[in-house]
């Protein structure tokens, strides 16, 4: 299990070279451009939402087939109604598997039932998000365990950072009608997982320090970025 210490009301000031990294980008583009919602543009905002909602009533454009599409598809989702259960243990394989498998879905479900307003869609992809936010240990979390072998534990960060967009999208889109106790649940779990991320890092660093930058590095950058993103928001 990894640990996670907060200074001052700082959660991620222990992040060493791979926060700084992250804060200077934050700071230029919080600085550099005004954004909507007061924060970056990464995720569905409210006036996103309303341009999406016009773009798409337009019959036969690129993004009414392409709704149309992604419609089809969280029907399926909601009708089959099978989400694999929150994975604790320390298989990456299995982890991304369930993980992907289900964030992918309540993904679609929560774009469409923002989109349309399906209170059923949006109930269902909280309830599976908050599945996995409350279990403990964390999703994800076991994953560093150091007995496993080097390259997975390497392997670990970019496992997590290829999917947690997925997490923080659909928490985006239903954190309007979420309590201050589930978001809190959330934000807790996204705070493990950028944990995770970062001691995978560092692991990373140590046994491949001459190698020099790699894709890898990029992704764990990634994972950090968005986690940041979500909850100092």
């Given at each position: ?28 583009v919080v600085n550099r451009y005004e954004l909507r919602d007061n924060i970056p543009n990464l995720w569905m905002t409210s006036a996103a939402l ?184």
């Open positions: 299990m990894v640990s996670l210490k907060s200074h001052q009301g700082k959660t991620f000031t222990h992040f060493n070279s791979l926060l700084q990294i992250c804060d200077t980008f934050w700071t230029y309303a341009e999406i909602r016009i773009a798409i009533s337009k019959p036969n454009s690129m993004h009414d087939t392409a709704y149309t599409k992604i419609q089809v598809l969280a029907k399926q989702i909601f009708e089959t109604g099978h989400f694999p259960k929150p994975y604790c243990g320390k298989d990456n394989n299995i982890f991304i598997r369930d993980a992907s498998t289900t964030f992918n879905s309540i993904l679609y479900l929560s774009v469409v039932g923002a989109i349309s307003s399906n209170e059923a869609y949006l109930s269902t992809s909280k309830q599976v998000l908050l599945s996995w936010a409350m279990t403990l240990p964390p999703p994800g979390t076991m994953l560093i365990d150091e007995s496993h072998p080097a390259k997975l534990l390497t392997a670990t960060g970019l496992t997590i950072s290829r999917f947690i967009d997925r997490i923080i999208e659909t928490y985006r889109i239903l954190s309007a009608s979420m309590t201050n106790t589930e978001i809190f649940f959330v934000k807790r779990w996204l705070i493990a997982l950028g944990a995770t991320i970062k001691a995978s890092h560092d692991f990373w660093l140590r046994l491949y320090q001459l190698a020099g930058p790699q894709h890898i590095l990029s992704w764990h950058i990634f994972g950090t970025l968005f986690v940041f993103s979500a909850i100092e928001n």
